[in-house]
């Protein structure tokens, strides 16, 4: 089963809702990076987050990045996501392992750290935008909504969510995102913080079976809305061996002979689906002679 996003607007047009059942998301991700449980959650959580993100933008060919650089063993933590909201990741370190918190969860703060946020939209200009706030918490939701409050003035309410199953899967993943537009009256933003306290477990609302529109129903109670649409998206990685030719012929034929001295062949892995690429030491040099 594929993951899907679904969008809505309030009737009275003062918010925007989103919500994404992403558990092939993330158990894509697992097959490709063997994260353990922390990591899992680390990871599942970003790439969520930067789907409904990247789900915002407007044209086709935009992109979003959003990276997690904190001081925790996880170390760098990346996702990736189109304008239709198909994502990418990666985390530094797949292995990372903690101790359960008190409350018997997953320990992601622990695993980030503290740092900083950085949120990277190509949107087609001559320079992208960049944004970078502090990890207030480490938990990825509330970094994420202090991004939007601080760098985009946009107040945010946010919910992600990971559950692993004993077998070490993906047993639900999801999130719901809802965003103030600018003119929003008391009544709604009282009635949106209302029913907040109601989803702080959105994985848990998946894993029970509940639709993406009963998440919604759930997260709307006494708001009007209309339904815009509904997106499949999934764990894209566009990887190909022609783009990682023209990343090592790049490297130069200097320092690409220095490499070919120790070795026949280089072997380059994508960090987003482990995929291995090879090239021969005669392809590639043969290569840059026809290119100079």
């Known amino acids: 089963m594929s993951s899907t996003i679904l969008r809505a607007m309030t009737r009275c047009g003062q918010a925007r809702v989103m919500v994404i059942n992403s558990t092939d998301i993330v158990n894509k991700m697992i097959s490709y990076h063997n994260t353990t449980p922390t990591a899992s959650a680390v990871l599942g959580r970003t790439l969520t987050g930067a789907s409904l993100m990247g789900c915002m933008l407007k044209d086709k060919g935009n992109s979003l990045t959003l990276s997690f650089r904190g001081n925790g063993p996880a170390g760098v933590v990346m996702a990736v996501s189109d304008y239709m909201g198909n994502v990418k990741g990666c985390i530094q370190n797949p292995d990372v392992d903690l101790p359960l918190k008190p409350n018997g969860k997953l320990d992601v703060s622990g695993a980030i750290g503290k740092g900083v946020m950085q949120v990277v939209k190509d949107i087609g200009l001559k320079e992208p935008y960049i944004g970078v706030s502090q990890i207030v918490s480490g938990e990825i939701a509330e970094d994420i909504t202090s991004y939007f409050f601080e760098s985009e003035q946009t107040p945010t309410v946010l919910a992600l969510g990971v559950l692993i199953d004993t077998d070490l899967s993906c047993k639900a993943a999801g999130g719901i995102i809802i ?24 994985s848990s609302m998946f894993a029970s079976g509940m639709t993406n529109e009963q998440v919604m129903q759930a997260a709307m109670t006494g708001i009007e809305y209309d339904l815009f649409d509904e997106l499949d998206v999934g764990y894209v990685c566009d990887c190909s061996s022609e783009r990682t030719e023209r990343a090592v012929i790049s490297l130069g034929k200097k320092e ?30 043969g290569r840059i002679k026809d290119d100079e």
């Open 179 to 202: 965003q103030l537009l600018p003119g929003a009256d008391d009544e709604i933003i009282d009635k949106i913080e209302k029913n907040a306290h109601g989803f702080t477990s959105v």
């Open 256 to 285: 690409l002979e220095e490499i070919y001295k120790t070795q026949d062949k280089i072997e380059v892995t994508c960090r987003f689906c482990d995929k291995k690429y090879y090239f021969e030491k005669d392809y590639i040099l």
